[in-house]
Protein backbone atom coordinates (compact mmCIF):
# COMPACT_ATOMS: atom_id res chain seq x y z
CA UNK A 1 0.00 0.00 0.00
CA UNK A 2 0.95 3.67 -0.39
CA UNK A 3 0.15 6.70 2.11
CA UNK A 4 -0.18 9.30 -0.88
CA UNK A 5 -0.31 11.70 2.28
CA UNK A 6 1.31 11.66 5.34
CA UNK A 7 2.77 14.49 7.59
CA UNK A 8 5.74 12.00 9.32
CA UNK A 9 7.57 15.36 10.12
CA UNK A 10 4.98 16.80 12.05
CA UNK A 11 6.05 17.72 16.08
CA UNK A 12 3.21 14.62 16.72
CA UNK A 13 5.64 12.38 16.08
CA UNK A 14 8.96 13.68 17.73
CA UNK A 15 8.92 11.08 20.44
CA UNK A 16 8.57 7.71 18.12
CA UNK A 17 9.04 8.61 14.61
CA UNK A 18 11.01 5.37 13.91
CA UNK A 19 8.36 3.25 15.59
CA UNK A 20 5.65 4.90 13.83
CA UNK A 21 7.07 4.35 10.24
CA UNK A 22 8.37 0.72 11.04
CA UNK A 23 4.61 -0.22 12.42
CA UNK A 24 3.53 1.21 8.47
CA UNK A 25 6.42 -0.87 7.30
CA UNK A 26 5.07 -4.24 9.00
CA UNK A 27 1.75 -3.88 7.61
CA UNK A 28 2.78 -3.82 4.07
CA UNK A 29 3.26 0.18 3.19
CA UNK A 30 5.92 0.61 1.23
CA UNK A 31 5.74 4.11 0.24
CA UNK A 32 4.93 7.48 1.90
CA UNK A 33 4.88 10.92 0.20
CA UNK A 34 4.83 13.90 2.34
CA UNK A 35 3.31 17.53 1.56
CA UNK A 36 4.69 20.14 2.41
CA UNK A 37 3.85 23.41 4.66
CA UNK A 38 5.81 25.86 4.39
CA UNK A 39 9.44 26.77 5.45
CA UNK A 40 9.08 26.29 8.64
CA UNK A 41 9.41 22.36 7.82
CA UNK A 42 11.01 21.84 5.27
CA UNK A 43 14.12 20.86 6.52
CA UNK A 44 12.45 18.29 8.70
CA UNK A 45 10.54 17.06 5.60
CA UNK A 46 13.66 16.65 3.24
CA UNK A 47 15.96 15.03 6.13
CA UNK A 48 12.94 12.18 6.45
CA UNK A 49 13.24 11.75 2.99
CA UNK A 50 17.24 11.49 2.93
CA UNK A 51 16.72 8.90 5.86
CA UNK A 52 14.32 6.45 4.09
CA UNK A 53 15.71 6.61 0.26
CA UNK A 54 12.71 5.14 -2.01
CA UNK A 55 10.26 4.73 0.20
CA UNK A 56 9.47 8.52 1.53
CA UNK A 57 9.34 11.07 -0.81
CA UNK A 58 9.04 14.65 0.07
CA UNK A 59 6.39 17.00 -2.32
CA UNK A 60 6.61 20.79 -2.43
CA UNK A 61 4.41 23.75 -2.26
CA UNK A 62 2.71 26.37 0.02
CA UNK A 63 0.12 25.38 1.90
CA UNK A 64 -3.00 27.48 1.99
CA UNK A 65 -3.69 27.75 5.45
CA UNK A 66 0.53 29.46 5.58
CA UNK A 67 -1.04 31.96 3.04
CA UNK A 68 -0.02 35.21 4.47
CA UNK A 69 -0.02 38.57 3.78
CA UNK A 70 3.37 39.66 5.37
CA UNK A 71 5.20 36.49 3.67
CA UNK A 72 3.34 34.54 1.13
CA UNK A 73 5.11 35.74 -1.93
CA UNK A 74 9.01 35.03 0.14
CA UNK A 75 7.29 31.36 0.69
CA UNK A 76 6.44 31.31 -3.12
CA UNK A 77 9.99 32.22 -3.79
CA UNK A 78 11.47 29.35 -1.41
CA UNK A 79 8.85 27.02 -3.31
CA UNK A 80 10.23 28.07 -6.72
CA UNK A 81 13.74 28.36 -5.84
CA UNK A 82 13.25 24.29 -4.47
CA UNK A 83 11.28 23.17 -7.69
CA UNK A 84 14.68 24.57 -9.82
CA UNK A 85 17.19 22.55 -7.57
CA UNK A 86 15.57 19.42 -8.06
CA UNK A 87 12.79 17.02 -8.83
CA UNK A 88 9.67 16.37 -6.23
CA UNK A 89 6.62 14.19 -7.39
CA UNK A 90 4.19 16.35 -6.68
CA UNK A 91 3.53 19.96 -5.73
CA UNK A 92 1.16 20.43 -2.64
CA UNK A 93 -0.12 20.37 -0.93
CA UNK A 94 -1.64 23.35 -2.40
CA UNK A 95 -5.16 25.38 -2.72
CA UNK A 96 -7.87 27.15 -1.04
CA UNK A 97 -8.80 27.05 2.54
CA UNK A 98 -12.02 28.78 3.93
CA UNK A 99 -12.46 26.92 7.51
CA UNK A 100 -9.64 29.15 9.00
CA UNK A 101 -9.50 32.64 7.47
CA UNK A 102 -11.73 33.32 4.55
CA UNK A 103 -9.80 37.13 4.54
CA UNK A 104 -7.20 35.68 2.79
CA UNK A 105 -9.25 34.41 -0.13
CA UNK A 106 -7.64 36.43 -2.94
CA UNK A 107 -3.89 35.89 -2.02
CA UNK A 108 -4.55 31.86 -1.57
CA UNK A 109 -5.86 31.91 -5.47
CA UNK A 110 -2.85 33.78 -6.10
CA UNK A 111 -0.83 31.43 -4.44
CA UNK A 112 -2.43 28.46 -5.84
CA UNK A 113 -2.92 29.61 -9.85
CA UNK A 114 0.71 30.53 -9.37
CA UNK A 115 1.54 27.11 -8.22
CA UNK A 116 -0.70 24.97 -10.58
CA UNK A 117 1.17 27.08 -13.59
CA UNK A 118 4.84 25.59 -11.85
CA UNK A 119 3.40 22.21 -12.27
CA UNK A 120 1.84 22.69 -15.72
CA UNK A 121 5.42 24.05 -16.79
CA UNK A 122 6.73 20.98 -14.85
CA UNK A 123 4.56 18.57 -16.02
CA UNK A 124 3.49 17.56 -11.97
CA UNK A 125 1.03 16.47 -10.24
CA UNK A 126 -0.65 18.72 -7.79
CA UNK A 127 -2.41 17.93 -4.24
CA UNK A 128 -4.98 19.86 -3.44
CA UNK A 129 -6.12 21.12 -0.09
CA UNK A 130 -9.81 21.81 -0.14
CA UNK A 131 -11.56 23.15 3.17
CA UNK A 132 -14.91 24.71 2.73
CA UNK A 133 -13.96 25.99 -1.08
CA UNK A 134 -15.30 23.95 -3.58
CA UNK A 135 -16.98 26.36 -5.64
CA UNK A 136 -13.64 28.39 -5.25
CA UNK A 137 -11.07 25.84 -6.28
CA UNK A 138 -13.16 24.03 -9.33
CA UNK A 139 -13.26 27.69 -10.61
CA UNK A 140 -9.67 28.40 -10.38
CA UNK A 141 -9.20 24.73 -11.90
CA UNK A 142 -11.55 25.31 -14.41
CA UNK A 143 -9.31 28.97 -15.55
CA UNK A 144 -6.67 27.01 -15.53
CA UNK A 145 -7.53 23.97 -17.67
CA UNK A 146 -4.33 22.29 -19.29
CA UNK A 147 -3.87 18.73 -20.53
CA UNK A 148 -1.00 18.19 -18.24
CA UNK A 149 -3.35 19.46 -14.84
CA UNK A 150 -3.92 16.10 -12.79
CA UNK A 151 -3.63 15.69 -9.22
CA UNK A 152 -5.21 14.35 -5.81
CA UNK A 153 -8.17 16.37 -4.13
CA UNK A 154 -6.34 15.43 -0.98
CA UNK A 155 -8.69 14.18 2.13
CA UNK A 156 -11.98 14.26 -0.27
CA UNK A 157 -14.90 14.85 1.94
CA UNK A 158 -17.16 15.96 -0.69
CA UNK A 159 -20.59 15.18 -2.02
CA UNK A 160 -21.29 12.95 -5.60
CA UNK A 161 -21.46 15.59 -7.50
CA UNK A 162 -18.05 17.56 -6.80
CA UNK A 163 -16.21 13.78 -6.54
CA UNK A 164 -17.50 13.63 -10.22
CA UNK A 165 -16.74 17.09 -11.04
CA UNK A 166 -12.87 16.88 -9.69
CA UNK A 167 -13.05 13.16 -12.13
CA UNK A 168 -13.89 15.14 -15.16
CA UNK A 169 -11.18 17.84 -14.75
CA UNK A 170 -8.92 14.94 -14.66
CA UNK A 171 -8.09 14.56 -10.57
CA UNK A 172 -8.19 11.57 -8.14
CA UNK A 173 -9.95 11.28 -4.72
CA UNK A 174 -7.47 10.69 -2.00
CA UNK A 175 -9.12 8.79 0.67
CA UNK A 176 -8.54 8.62 4.20
CA UNK A 177 -9.90 8.37 8.22
CA UNK A 178 -13.39 10.62 7.15
CA UNK A 179 -15.02 7.44 5.16
CA UNK A 180 -14.75 5.76 8.03
CA UNK A 181 -16.47 7.78 10.11
CA UNK A 182 -20.67 7.93 10.97
CA UNK A 183 -20.80 11.11 9.57
CA UNK A 184 -18.42 11.57 6.84
CA UNK A 185 -21.23 10.63 3.83
CA UNK A 186 -18.79 10.15 1.28
CA UNK A 187 -19.22 6.25 2.07
CA UNK A 188 -22.94 6.42 0.82
CA UNK A 189 -21.79 7.32 -2.88
CA UNK A 190 -18.50 6.28 -3.18
CA UNK A 191 -19.09 3.43 -5.25
CA UNK A 192 -20.52 5.28 -7.55
CA UNK A 193 -16.37 6.66 -8.59
CA UNK A 194 -13.83 4.23 -10.45
CA UNK A 195 -11.78 2.69 -8.30
CA UNK A 196 -9.29 3.71 -10.58
CA UNK A 197 -9.86 7.41 -9.10
CA UNK A 198 -9.43 6.53 -5.94
CA UNK A 199 -5.44 6.46 -3.92
CA UNK A 200 -5.13 5.83 -0.13
CA UNK A 201 -4.12 8.29 2.33
CA UNK A 202 -3.84 8.97 6.27
CA UNK A 203 -3.31 12.77 6.33
CA UNK A 204 -1.72 11.73 9.79
CA UNK A 205 -1.34 13.29 12.25
CA UNK A 206 -5.06 13.90 11.68
CA UNK A 207 -8.04 12.15 11.24
CA UNK A 208 -7.70 9.19 12.31
CA UNK A 209 -9.98 6.28 11.44
CA UNK A 210 -12.27 5.11 13.45
CA UNK A 211 -11.84 2.76 15.91
CA UNK A 212 -8.67 5.37 16.75
CA UNK A 213 -11.12 8.77 15.83
CA UNK A 214 -10.07 11.77 18.10
CA UNK A 215 -6.47 9.92 18.60
CA UNK A 216 -3.08 10.32 16.67
CA UNK A 217 -3.43 9.25 13.02
CA UNK A 218 -0.33 7.39 11.60
CA UNK A 219 0.39 5.44 8.53
CA UNK A 220 0.10 1.86 10.11
CA UNK A 221 -3.71 2.73 10.15
CA UNK A 222 -3.71 3.03 6.31
CA UNK A 223 -5.29 -0.80 6.32
CA UNK A 224 -8.31 0.55 7.96
CA UNK A 225 -9.03 2.69 5.18
CA UNK A 226 -8.72 0.42 2.76
CA UNK A 227 -10.81 -2.32 4.73
CA UNK A 228 -13.52 0.39 4.33
CA UNK A 229 -13.29 0.44 0.58
CA UNK A 230 -13.40 -3.21 0.80
CA UNK A 231 -16.88 -2.67 2.03
CA UNK A 232 -17.82 -0.09 -0.28
CA UNK A 233 -16.09 -1.33 -3.42
CA UNK A 234 -16.75 -5.41 -2.45
CA UNK A 235 -13.63 -6.32 -3.92
CA UNK A 236 -11.12 -8.19 -1.75
CA UNK A 237 -8.65 -6.41 0.21
CA UNK A 238 -5.41 -7.62 -1.82
CA UNK A 239 -7.98 -6.22 -4.80
CA UNK A 240 -8.11 -2.34 -3.09
CA UNK A 241 -4.84 -2.74 -2.64
CA UNK A 242 -3.75 -3.22 -5.85
CA UNK A 243 -5.98 -1.10 -7.91
CA UNK A 244 -4.94 1.98 -5.56
CA UNK A 245 -1.36 1.36 -5.89
CA UNK A 246 -1.00 1.34 -8.84
CA UNK A 247 -3.15 4.59 -8.76
CA UNK A 248 -0.24 6.19 -7.20
CA UNK A 249 2.05 5.03 -9.06
CA UNK A 250 0.99 6.01 -12.19
CA UNK A 251 0.43 9.71 -10.54
CA UNK A 252 4.14 9.93 -8.85
CA UNK A 253 6.24 8.18 -11.46
Known sequence: MIDTHTHLYAEEFD???????????????????????????????????????????????????????????KELEIVKNYLEQRHFPAIGEIGI???????????QVKAFEQQIDWAIEKDLPIVIHTRESF?????????????KLRGIFHCFSGNLEQAQHAVDLNFILGIGGVVTFKNGKIDQFLSEIPLDKIVLETDSP??????????????????????????????????IDRITTENAKNLFQ
Not at 34 to 45: R, T, V, W
Not at 135 to 147: A, S, Y
Not at 209 to 235: C, F, Q, T, W
Open 15 to 73: EDRKEAIQRALDKGITEFYLPAIDSESHEKMLQLETEYPGQIFSMMGLHPCYVKPESWE
Open 97 to 107: DLYWDKTTLDI
Open 206 to 239: YLAPVPHRGKRNESSYLDLVAGKLVDIYGKDFSE
Open 135 to 147: DETFEVLERKKHP
